[in-house]
């Protein structure tokens, strides 16, 4: 079985501070890892994702992500947030499911 | 990138009707096609999972009967809502896997159905 816990339901942050969204994930196997974004009214988008070798990982609009397999976590971060970046943030995990898991989301709300 | 098309975007209806909503893979092939379900503040719903040519597999809890799931081609896949009640009014969103790259899921833009 695989789980995703997104410890965070909403993270509020002023323009241009540095931000991290936790995602720590459980399975018995080895894990793809994702994160998505989420605007309103829109579908997921992919930001980034592990699926081996380099344990950072760099996605779009200037986001990364590190995988820690000791701490089965795969935070989110960005170093500067923009008033675009206001979204829902979703974690997910894939192991030995073809079916990835799904956290319930971190909203980032970034004010000015 | 990989895109993935809905439609509608947004569709009311009265209760008791039946609703198709349309999910395309416009620049790939998608054998495996998914289903989901979001609820404010929520999170995803898996609803089912289909594959090209075959019946769909639906999660524990949600009827089947209700929400007909056909993937008649590689690129397209459609859920049906029939009898909808207000009750199904919710956001619901399609992911396609490309069957070149197993690895990812694209998802569509989602579809607010709203049942009077």
């Known amino acids: 079985a695989q789980s995703v816990t997104q410890l965070d339901s909403q993270v509020p942050v002023f323009e241009e501070a540095p931000v991290e969204l936790r995602c720590n994930y459980s399975s018995s196997v080895s894990v793809y890892l994702f994160w998505y974004v989420q605007y309103p009214n829109q579908g997921l988008q992919l930001l980034l994702k592990y699926l081996s070798g380099s344990t950072l990982v760099k996605g779009i609009n200037g986001f990364e992500a590190e995988f820690n397999k000791s701490q089965t976590s795969f935070h989110l971060r960005k170093p500067s947030v923009h008033i675009s970046d206001t979204a829902e943030y979703f974690c997910?995990?894939?192991?030995?499911?073809?079916?990835?898991?799904f956290g319930r989301g971190t909203s980032l709300i970034v004010h000015p | 990138g990989a895109v993935v098309s809905q439609h509608p975007s947004r569709v009311i209806c009265k209760s008791g009707t039946s609703v198709k909503i349309e999910c395309r893979s416009l620049d790939f092939q998608a054998t495996t096609m998914f289903w989901y379900r979001q609820f404010p503040k929520k999170s995803l719903m898996l609803m089912a999972t289909s594959n090209e040519g075959s019946k769909a597999t639906y999660e524990q809890g949600v009827e089947k009967d209700k929400f007909l799931i056909n993937h008649a081609s590689l690129t397209l896949s459609t859920l049906t809502v029939t009898s909808a009640h207000p009750e199904d009014s919710s956001f619901y969103i399609c992911?396609?896997?490309?069957?070149?790259?197993?690895?990812?899921?694209?998802f569509g833009p989602g579809t607010r159905l709203t049942v009077l």
């Open positions: 992911s396609a896997r490309d069957r070149g790259r197993a690895d990812t899921q694209y």
């Open positions: 997910a995990v894939k192991g030995g499911s073809y079916i990835p898991t």
